[in-house]
């Protein structure tokens, strides 16, 4: 058990619709990072916060967003859902987001898997 | 544009061979290099690596890192069958965070 936590579990929904996943981090860390992965894309980072700020963008649709709040919980917001936005969407923190821009360890939560039917 | 490549895609071997992962990177103002090992669930740390030339070691596991060659092998001696599982090659540069396709390790008894 990594101390990252993520809700749901899973997620099924329809194109068109929204949907919010919720991630804590492991208590202490300020740094928040949101992964999508699928099977033909593979791990592809989203989005990183440091301590409630947007730090690093990734490959980020517009129709997604995310934010961290005081209390260093994050949701990541996916709307107008499409078919291929289907993957196992993972949340990782670490304590320190960059030391002279070099990436620590993370760790990562179990994921949501959202299904778009 | 940054990118990542890892082989082989997959590998099958008997518990007690060594194996050897490779991970190729082409990114822009490298900055650090990342192994991660991913069963059926999230991902988790194995090593992290800035210079080159200077091996991590973890038990059976070791990795090492050629910044003019550009690529980083993670080397598996005395495989068990609990070290079956994918292995990603993470690299960071500009662009924050670019993943490998992964290489999948079957450790067969």
């Known amino acids: 058990d990594s101390g990252v936590t993520q809700t749901p579990k899973h997620l099924i929904t329809a194109t068109g619709q929204r949907v919010t996943l919720r991630c804590s981090p492991r208590?202490?860390?300020?740094?928040v990072y949101w992964y999508q992965q699928s099977l033909d894309q593979g791990l592809q980072f989203l989005i990183q916060?440091?301590?409630?700020?947007?730090?690093a963008k990734g490959n980020i649709l517009e129709r997604f967003s995310a934010q961290q709040f005081p209390d260093l919980h994050s949701e990541l917001n996916l709307s107008s859902l499409e078919l291929g936005d289907s993957a196992l969407y993972f949340c990782?923190?670490?304590?320190?987001?960059?030391?002279?821009?070099?990436?620590?360890?993370?760790?990562f939560g179990p994921g949501t898997r959202l299904t778009v039917l | 544009e940054d990118k990542v490549v890892q082989s082989p895609l997959s590998l099958v071997v008997h518990e007690g061979d060594t194996v050897t992962l490779n991970c190729s990177y082409e990114?822009?103002?490298?900055?650090?290099l990342l192994w991660y090992k991913q069963e059926k669930k999230a991902p988790t740390f194995l090593f992290m690596l800035?210079?080159?030339?200077i091996e991590k070691k973890s038990g059976r596991l070791s990795s090492i890192l050629d910044k003019k060659e550009l690529f980083s092998i993670l080397n598996i001696t005395a495989t068990q069958t609990g070290d079956s599982a994918v292995y990603l090659c993470?690299?960071?540069?500009?662009?924050?965070?670019?993943f490998g396709k992964g290489t999948r390790l079957s450790v067969i008894a």
């Open positions: 208590s202490g860390d300020l740094s």
């Open positions: 916060y440091y301590n409630g700020e947007e730090r």
């Open positions: 993470v690299v960071s540069g500009n662009t924050p965070l670019v």
């Open positions: 800035t210079s080159s030339g």
């Open positions: 990782a923190s670490s304590v320190d987001p960059m030391r002279g821009k070099v990436y620590n360890e993370q760790f």
């Open positions: 990114v822009t103002n490298f900055r650090s």
